[in-house]
């Protein structure tokens, strides 16, 4: 009998829902992940991770340098200039004081005045001219204001002529014109000058404080990118098991040296512009202010005399320029002994005419002190003693701050535009070491 074998049934798929349309199984993914993210994958790409980081670092320190040499010099540069504007200011001043005790002296001879004393006005006020245009010349940012006071100067000295036409001829309105014009300076003149004075004093001091950013620039640059490199060296020690990557080694050594060459450099020439300013800088504000004060300590003197008897306002204006000079002489220490000496022995003069005049009643003692004529008690004299001797310290003290701001300037390594080529260089030995361990992995 035979037997019939069915074949095996097929097994059905149970059967979708009506009205649902069946789709493919999802092919695997892609990685999404890009180039940029595989080529910083693994060893090799921390690698390369480490060589941007280092490389990158190394040309910012060669930034800092070049902008920290560069802030140093400009800031020497400018403080040198800006310190000679100021000298040429406060000789502008001096010269217009000089020029103004020369006239109230002189008017005290009457008549013809000494052909001496006139010809120093008039040196005087035609140096204070020429210094006017060199300044503004110097020093743009003054040109207003100086345009300004040689304005002043032109009504100045219109007064003090006619003040001189009048002396001459004896007329009393003379005297009226001289202070007029001592007015127009004290009032007009003189406080251009003294704000033209406290902006190049400003401008002085910026630059000095700015000398020791170019160090900071310097130092923090090649500390951080030291930071980098000692990363960067350990990281290859512990991963390769070589505990020396010469071409890595030598691009440290190179920023070290540049870091250490350079922060000393710097720190020697801020040393050396904080020493200026603390001695010659100084000294020669000092003597500046002294040799204004002296100056409008004798035009009081004499406009005291020539008020006959009502000059009081001029005599406290004395006293008080009077101790601007003891108190700026103070400051030059020993340096200024001989000086104080100078200034004492016109003092002690000038306490005798006062003498004379106030309270013995004898003002043409009073004034042939005054004007030289008694040669054992010459105010002319002494004060040109004391003249004379400050003259030459101030030449000699501001020529030095001029010199050693210049030699400060001139003693700095030419890292200020070596700066950017030694941080490439480093950059470059980066980039050989690490790519003598990446040459391993391929």
């Known amino acids: 009998m035979t037997q019939i074998q069915s074949a095996p049934s097929a097994t059905l798929a149970p059967a979708a829902p009506s009205g649902t349309t069946l789709s493919a199984p999802a092919a695997p993914t892609p990685s999404r992940r890009g180039a940029v993210a595989q080529w910083f994958d693994g060893t090799p790409g921390r690698m390369r991770a480490f060589l941007l980081l280092a490389a990158a670092m190394s040309v910012v320190f060669g930034l800092a340098a070049a902008q920290g040499f560069s802030q140093s010099d400009g800031a020497l540069g400018r403080a040198q200039a800006n310190a000679a504007q100021l000298v040429r200011i406060q000789a502008i001043h001096t010269n217009l004081v000089s020029a103004n005790a020369d006239a109230t002296n002189a008017f005290l001879v009457g008549g013809l005045e000494p052909p001496d004393r006139r010809q120093h006005f008039v040196d005087s006020l035609a140096a204070a001219a020429g210094l006017i245009a060199e300044a503004a010349t110097a020093q743009p940012a003054d040109r207003d204001v100086l345009g300004a006071l040689n304005k002043t100067l032109i009504t100045y000295e219109g ?180 000086l104080q000496n100078a200034w004492s022995s016109y003092k002690t003069i000038h306490g005798k005419v006062r003498d004379s005049d106030a309270n013995k009643g004898n003002w043409d003692g009073a004034v042939a002190m005054a004007v030289g004529k008694d040669k054992t008690n010459s105010s002319v004299d002494t004060f040109g003693a004391f003249d004379s001797s400050s003259n030459q310290q101030l030449t000699t003290t501001s020529a030095a701050v001029q010199s050693k701001l210049k030699d400060a300037r001139n003693g700095l390594p030419p890292i200020g535009w070596l700066g950017v080529p030694i941080g490439i260089a480093a950059a470059l030995l980066v980039a050989w070491g690490m790519s003598q361990r990446l040459e391993e992995y391929r």
């Open 159 to 338: 007064l003090i002529e006619q003040a001189r036409a009048n002396n001459r001829q004896g007329l009393p309105i003379g005297s009226q014109y001289l202070k007029d014009a001592n007015s127009v300076l004290q009032d007009d003149s003189l406080p251009l000058v003294k704000a033209l004075v406290q902006a190049n004093e400003k401008r002085v001091d910026t630059e000095f404080d700015g000398i020791s950013y170019g160090t900071i620039w310097v130092v923090v640059g090649g500390l951080l990118s030291l930071l980098v490199f000692g990363v960067t060296l350990r990281w290859l020690a512990r991963r390769t098991h070589r505990y020396m990557n010469v071409p890595i080694a030598a691009g440290a050594v190179l920023v070290l040296l540049t870091t250490a060459v350079g922060g000393i450099a710097l720190a020697g020439a801020t040393s050396s512009a904080k020493n200026t300013r603390n001695s010659e800088y100084e000294r020669t504000l000092a003597l500046s202010r002294a040799r204004i004060a002296a100056y409008d300590a004798r035009s009081n003197e004499s406009l005291t005399l020539i008020a006959r008897g009502s000059g009081d306002q001029f005599d406290k204006a004395y006293n008080t320029a009077a101790a601007e000079v003891d108190s700026q002489l103070s400051k030059l220490g020993t340096t200024g002994a001989a």
